[in-house]
């Protein structure tokens, strides 16, 4: 079922352009579990190719970001606390996991964000405690573009990349996938190494309780 789905997005991105990726960076910046890894590479193939424009992927990319993220943002901003506490099992966020996201966005706010939207998995869920605790929409919305479009422009560029070296893998979605992980792994990397320094330093510098 997953090679069917892959397979699908692919066309999406391949029939639909930019809209294509429009809608589903969307649909990955929400609870729909779609990797950007199957949509942006793609499209950068398309790119190397001529058909589409590095800057229009990119740009798609984080336009489909910042709306899935703010419609998600939204729905719970709408919904609250409670109905997330009461169903967000189906989503695979108990309520431990809702309280430290509620103390992760009360600490770190606009910073968290930002980093949130730069790492797998992490970014697609950010969006639900930062409308449950009601962060400012104008920040929410800036920290998510920024980090949407630094995401997308690195994806882009591996994409492009892989293209140029091995032109073939379009037509295996899995392998494409596979080989853009591996490539943008040192990334990741490096920003979960940032973060981490920049939280300790946050921490660090915080005005100490008094007693």
């Not at 998600?72 to 901003?77: D, K, L, P, V």
Request: contains cysteine.
């Amino acid at each position: 079922m997953l090679h069917q789905l892959i397979t699908t997005w692919f066309s999406w991105v391949q029939d639909w352009g930019y809209w294509g990726v429009a809608l589903l960076m969307a649909m990955e910046s929400s609870i729909f579990p779609v990797p950007s890894e199957v949509v942006i590479p793609p499209a950068a193939f398309l790119a190397a190719q001529g058909k589409m424009t590095v800057w229009g992927v990119t740009l798609a990319g984080t336009v489909g970001s910042w709306v899935g993220s703010a419609i998600t943002y939204g729905i719970s901003r709408w919904l609250g606390r409670p109905f997330v506490l009461k169903f967000g099992k189906y989503f695979f966020i108990g309520p431990e996991k809702l309280a430290r996201a509620e103390v992760f966005m009360a600490r770190y706010e606009a910073g968290g964000i930002f980093f949130a939207r730069l790492l797998p998995v992490v970014r697609h869920l950010i969006s639900i405690p930062a409308g449950i605790v009601r962060m400012p929409f104008g920040k929410f919305s800036l920290m998510t573009t920024i980090g949407s479009a630094i995401w997308c422009s690195v994806l882009t560029w591996y994409g492009y990349g892989v293209a140029q070296r091995n032109p073939e893998l379009m037509k295996d979605p899995e392998a494409l996938i596979h080989a853009i992980k591996h490539e943008s792994l040192w990334f990741v990397a490096g920003i979960i190494v940032i973060g981490v320094l920049y939280f300790l330093m946050l921490k660090m510098t915080a005005p100490k309780a008094l007693p």
